[in-house]
C-alpha cells in the first residue's frame, strides 16, 4: 500500500494538472515484471487520446523520479462502466448499486461478497449480500467493482 500511496502523490499532480481526475492506481508486480494501471476520468468522458497524452506525461515524470526499480507496464485506462472502487468517497457515490468485493482475507469464512452497497458507516462499507448486511471495513478490501445496469 505504502508503494501505491507514494505513487499516488507522484502521478496525481500530473493528471489534475491535465484536467482530469485520477480514479486510482493499481501496482501489481509479478517476479521481475510489474504492471502500473491508472485510471482517469473526467464528467465529459475519456477517450483513447485523453490516456495517450497522460500516459506520455506519467511516463516522463517516472523517467525522472524512477519510483519503480524493475521493469513495468504503464497502463492508463477510463474507470468504465464496471469501474473499481478504491475510496469510501467512491464506494459512497454507489450506494444502491450492485458491486463485487474481494477482501485481503476472509471474514466470516469468505473473502468475495456480491450484493448491493447500502451505505457507509464510519470507515466501512455496508453491503446487502445473500438476505444479510455485512460491515466491510475499506483496509481489508483487496478489490472492489461496480456491476453495470444495463436496464
Excluded at 519510483?67 to 469501474?83: C, N, Q
Excluded at 458491486?99 to 447500502?118: P, Q, S
Aim: proline share 4%; glycine share 8%; with cysteine.
Amino acid at each position: 500500500m505504502a508503494k501505491v500511496d507514494e505513487l499516488t502523490a507522484l502521478i496525481d499532480p500530473v493528471v489534475t494538472g491535465m484536467g482530469f481526475s485520477l480514479w486510482g492506481i493499481e501496482y501489481i508486480r509479478s517476479g521481475k515484471y510489474s504492471t502500473l494501471r491508472i485510471y482517469i476520468d473526467h464528467e465529459d468522458g475519456i477517450g483513447v487520446d485523453h490516456c495517450a497524452d497522460v500516459s506520455r506525461q506519467v511516463s516522463a515524470v517516472m523517467d525522472v523520479e524512477d519510483p519503480i526499480s524493475t521493469e513495468y507496464t504503464l497502463e492508463v485506462s477510463s474507470p468504465g462502466m464496471d469501474r473499481p472502487l478504491f475510496t469510501l468517497e467512491q464506494y459512497s457515490a454507489f450506494v444502491n448499486e450492485w458491486v463485487e468485493i474481494k477482501l485481503k482475507y476472509a471474514f466470516e469464512g469468505r473473502r468475495n461478497f456480491k450484493g448491493v452497497i447500502v451505505g457507509i458507516e464510519e470507515s466501512d462499507v455496508v453491503i446487502a449480500a445473500d438476505g444479510e448486511e455485512f460491515l466491510l471495513p475499506i483496509e481489508s478490501i483487496d478489490k472492489g467493482r461496480v456491476i453495470p445496469n444495463f436496464s
